[in-house]
């Protein structure tokens, strides 16, 4: 069952609609706090929260997740069921706006994780179950998070050639702390650069010395501009 979802509507004209996620164990409203202090004003922001299911990483003990996770590593296995599931909610929401709006997804960590995965299968045109994924994403931001099931991503990538334009052309936001010691931040770099490999060429990647798992207003800074650059948001005046 999913839990409560937050909308920001935008004080100025609506260009762009961002689904943003948070991270395990989180909700959206923390946030959607945060959020609402960003210097843009043409977003509709949408902040749902993550269903209550048991966690591997968490000693099996439930709490908010986008799925299940039983290691920060190209190693575990992945959850894509719960993937799936999740990118299939964030389409949801994306599927209900206007044409000419811009859509986005992005998050922090495990959210950030659950939007390159949303994000990547809206290039390849369907969800690793098969099923179409309708809706073309514009663009996704990371922060501290990583490639769910990025094993799987080179194979899918292969069968689906006429997706390469696509996945050239999708612009990648990924911010990481170099103190991260909960999601590693070789880890990230290792998603970024596996991207990369796959085709997604326009990635960014920052770094942040003396950052742990969380934000600094040096990095949603960085976040807002290449917002801005990317999806052609005008300056909050």
Sequence with gaps: EWG??????????????????HGLGDTGHGW??????LSLNNIRWIVPTAPVRPVTINNGYPCTAWFDVGSLSDEGPDDILGLDSSAAYVASFLSKEPADVKVAVGGFSMGG????????????GKYTD??????KIDAVMSLSGWLPAGKLLPKQVAETPDCLKLAAELPIFMAHGKNDFIVYHNFGEMSARALKECGFKNVTFKSYRGLDHSTTPEELDDLCEWIK???SVPEKV
């Design 113 to 124: 994780a659950t939007s390159l995965y949303t994000a990547a299968h809206s290039v390849l």
């Design 32 to 37: 959607a706090s945060i959020l609402k202090t």
């Design 130 to 135: 098969g099923k179409a994924f309708t809706r």
């Design 4 to 21: 409560k979802t937050i909308t920001i509507e935008p004080e100025g004209k609506h260009l762009v609609t961002v689904v943003w996620l």
């Design 229 to 231: 650059q990317e999806l």
